[in-house]
């Protein structure tokens, strides 16, 4: 990982102190025998010390619009003036009911479909229109993890080659290199290196999700977005993904935008809730006290489907 450094100008300025950095996995190193230090911290840490979006989307519309012969053209508003900021470590869960723009917003967040309005932009900078070449890089550090699993994913080709393919397309490494990582991952995904030389039609729907986000974690994102990756999957299959999606989280501190009908999963496992309706975001609040706090009418309808034996409440639920 790159890191930054920053040289304090000596420790009595406790700019950073040591159990803090360390918590960020920074590395400190004394120079000499006086008081200067110098600090190697994570990019990632500064950011979300400060804050500030990795991804953001600013006032973001994508319309459609449908000629036909002899006819009017007719647009379709799929994505609405919606706002939204991804933080490094944090997990934004956004809902909505079928046709709402989820997908259509994850797919230009991700860079795969210009925007047709507002702007996209990324640790700040502006990303809304970039070269083929710049767009290819950013989809790099944003990945998109989709929700079938087994389409997702070629059933021609071994999990080995499907983890190095990326890294081959992005001419990174050699091939013992792209080898050597894909049995780093596969082990970090809870699989195992024999799952390498298997095809996806010998691997069940869960572990073939597995691949899926083995293969998102090969270009080092810093983003993922989850589109659905659970509803496919059975409650206990699905609570294993989450599990994992929380563990790597917490060892690599990546963004999430965590896409779900499961309102009762996204409030367990988000910081923040986003909730979409016809296009357009509705309501943005912090999970802890969601259920008490959502205004819109939408959100509440939401609130109350949640099954209350599944659930007990919300608020027990809510991540804090
Ligand atoms: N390529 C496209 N061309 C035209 N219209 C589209 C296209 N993609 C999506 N739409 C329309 O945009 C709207 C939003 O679709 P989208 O798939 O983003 O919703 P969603 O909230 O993800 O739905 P679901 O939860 O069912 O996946 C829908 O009305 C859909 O028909």
Known sequence: MSCTSLHAASAGDGAYTWPTAARAGAGIRLIGRKTSVLLIIKPDWLLKKAGLCMLAAQN??????????????????????????????ETIGLVGESGSGKSTLARCMALLEPVTGG?????????????????????????????????????????????????YHFGIGSVQDRKDKARQIIERIGLTAGHLTRYPGELSRGQCQ???????????????????????????????????????????????????????????????????????????????????????????????????????????????
């Open 60 to 89: 973001v519309q994508k319309y459609y619009t449908r000629r036909q012969l002899f006819q009017q053209a007719v647009t379709t508003a799929a994505v609405h003036n919606v706002t939204l900021c991804i933080k490094p470590g």
């Open 119 to 167: 702007a996209l932009t990324w640790h700040g900078r502006d990303i809304t229109r970039v070269s083929a070449k710049d767009a290819r890089e950013l989809r790099r550090s944003i990945q998109l993890i989709f929700q079938d699993p087994v389409d997702a994913i070629n059933p021609r080709l071994t999990v080995e080659r499907i983890l190095t393919e990326p890294l």
């Open 210 to 320: 597995r691949v899926n986000i083995a293969r998102a974690l090969m270009a080092d994102p810093q983003i993922m977005i989850c589109d659905e990756v659970i509803s496919s999957l059975d409650v206990s299959t699905g609570a294993q993904i989450v599990r994992l999606l929380l563990d790597l989280q917490q060892q690599s501190g990546y963004g999430y935008l965590f896409i779900s009908h499961d309102l009762a999963r996204v409030v367990q496992i988000s910081q923040r809730i986003a909730v979409m309706y016809r296009g357009e975001l509705v309501e943005q609040r912090d999970s802890a006290g969601f259920h008490l706090e959502a205004a819109h009418p939408y959100t509440r309808s939401l609130i109350e489907a949640v099954p209350k034996l599944y659930t007990r409440s919300l608020q027990e639920l809510a991540f804090t």
